[in-house]
Structures are given as C-alpha cells and as structure tokens.
C-alpha cells in the first residue's frame, strides 16, 4: 500500500538523473565547441595582427563594397 509513493519517487529520481546526465553531454559539447572557437578566433586576431595596414591603395585599387 505504501508502495507507490516510494515507486512514484524512485520514478522521479530516475528521470532526474538522466535528465542531469544529458544536460552534462550538452554542456560538454558545448565547451569543446567553445574552446574550438576560441582557438580559431585567436588565429585569426594573430593573423590579422601580422598583416600590415596598407594605407597607400588609392580607390581605384579598392574594391566596392558589394565585392
């Protein structure tokens, strides 16, 4: 008789731990995806930083915006 609280709880306590384990995979893949950015973000600031500026094109050498 007092059975089904304890069955209805252990249900709950169930679904809980696998809802707990799929938000720990999404957050998992979500922070390599972050650090994979991250890395690609960095390469390209250190390869911006090593191209100079060229102030010497004049506007005929510039190509219009929708290029």
Do not use: C, N, W
Not at 6 to 12: H, P, W, Y
Not at 27 to 41: D, G, N, P, T, W
Not at 52 to 61: L, V
């Amino acid at each position: 008789m007092h059975d089904e609280p304890l069955e209805r709880v252990q249900s709950k306590i169930a679904y809980l731990e696998q809802a707990v384990a799929e938000i720990s995979d999404v957050v998992f893949r979500q922070h390599r995806e972050i650090q994979s950015l991250e890395a690609q973000l960095k390469a390209i600031k250190e390869r911006l930083a090593g191209t100079p500026f060229d102030e010497s094109r004049t506007a005929e050498q510039e190509r219009p915006p929708h290029y």
